[in-house]
């Protein structure tokens, strides 16, 4: 089955300190994956997509992943964080059929002073 | 427009009562994607519109639940004899088309059922 879990729910930094959030999934195939960031009462929005091409993907505000085969990880860090940083980030799994986004259940990020 | 419009943003609405939620989409949008996302969870599958093809609906929760959209405009999806259980964000995505992966999401309607 194809699947995608986020293993941490809640993640608390200190501001200017990495960020890491972590996502694995499950697949028989090459899959397609993508880190959403959703503000408090603002839409989704995409921060970076590993689609088969480099393993280390760049993204908006300084967010990077990699795909790693071997772990079946897409883990998403960021080397200093900022309070703007703060809310819920969703890795997300492109189905075979390439027509079902399959969400995490999320990881709210909280940053402090 | 610029992006996904959903409305209304939000709906209360008593137990019972039927709801009907509006989305707009990117315009030449051809893929066009419900989703339910309950209250600290992640995005739930519902619907899913291509073109002119037929809808994959293997999401929907019950027969409760439908949702039409014409052509490649707009879509309302539409739950009948609303229960607590669907208190939700309803959230609409549009696509290019369906292996474009540029998914673009409303910022949604949050429906609340009393």
């Known amino acids: 089955a194809q699947s995608v879990t986020q293993l941490d729910s809640h993640v608390s930094v200190s501001e200017g300190t990495p960020v890491l959030l972590r996502c694995n999934y499950s697949?028989?195939?090459?899959?397609?994956l993508f880190w959403y960031v959703q503000h408090p009462n603002k839409g989704l929005q995409l921060l970076l997509k590993y689609t088969s091409a480099a393993t280390l993907v760049k993204g908006i505000n300084g967010f990077e992943a990699e795909f790693k085969k071997s772990e079946t990880s897409f883990h998403l860090t960021k080397p200093s964080a900022h309070m703007s940083d703060a809310a819920e980030y969703f890795c997300v799994f492109l189905s075979g059929g390439y027509n079902k986004l399959i969400f995490g259940a999320g990881t709210r990020l909280a940053v402090h002073p | 427009g610029a992006g996904v419009s959903q409305s209304p943003s939000n709906k209360v609405t008593e137990k019972g009562k039927d709801v009907e939620l509006r989305c707009d989409p990117i315009s030449g949008h051809t893929a066009l994607y419900w989703y339910r996302q309950r209250l600290g969870q992640g995005l739930e599958f519902l619907i899913y519109f291509q073109g002119n093809s037929a809808p994959d609906k293997s999401g929907l929760p019950s027969d409760r639940f439908s949702a039409e959209r014409t052509g490649e405009s707009v879509s309302t999806l539409t739950i009948q004899r609303t229960q607590q259980e669907d208190s939700a964000v309803y959230l609409c995505?549009?696509?290019?088309?369906?292996?474009?992966?540029?998914?673009?999401f409303g910022s949604g309607t949050r429906l609340t059922v009393v």
């Open positions: 995505a549009s696509s290019l088309t369906e292996r474009n992966y540029g998914y673009t």
């Open positions: 697949s028989s195939y090459s899959p397609s």
